[in-house]
Nanobody, 125 residues
Framework: QVHLVESGGGLMQAGGSLRLSCAASGRSFSTSVLGWFRQAPGKEREFVAAITWSGGTTIYADSVKGRFTISRDNAKNTVYLQMNSLKPEDTAVYYC??????????????????WGQGTQVTVSS
């Protein structure tokens, strides 16, 4: 059984930084793609970033490119999302998700079979 547990959310002023963590357990993640998504009130869940567990290939949404960095620590089975230069529009619940073969579209939430419970990020202006 795959478990994903997010942490690190909180309240931050615009321009500040936060680092989210996603602790993964329950099976080998060597073939997985780990993604971060977010959902603001009244909006659909949207793709933020993703990383391949094995090779570390990354992909980002245009809205966060240059500000957010996704990384993973294989030894700790943890994926991180470093968020810099935060904006009020980054306010959302952030979710970690895992996709295993056969892979779907990396940017599509429907491709991911496993999800964490989410962590709230609030950016004040």
């Amino acid at each position: 059984q795959v478990h994903l547990v997010e942490s690190g959310g909180g309240l931050m002023q615009a321009g500040g930084s936060l680092r989210l963590s996603c602790a993964a357990s329950g099976r080998s993640f060597s073939t997985s793609v780990l993604g971060w998504f977010r959902q603001a009130p009244g909006k659909e869940r949207e793709f933020v970033a993703a990383i391949t567990w094995s090779g570390g290939t990354t992909i980002y949404a245009d809205s966060v490119k240059g500000r957010f960095t996704i990384s993973r620590d294989n030894a700790k089975n943890t994926v991180y999302l470093q968020m810099n230069s935060l904006k009020p529009e980054d306010t959302a619940v952030y979710y970690c998700a895992a996709d295993f073969p056969p892979y779907g579209s990396t940017r599509d939430a429907r491709s991911y079979s496993y999800w964490g419970q989410g962590t709230q990020v609030t950016v004040s202006s």
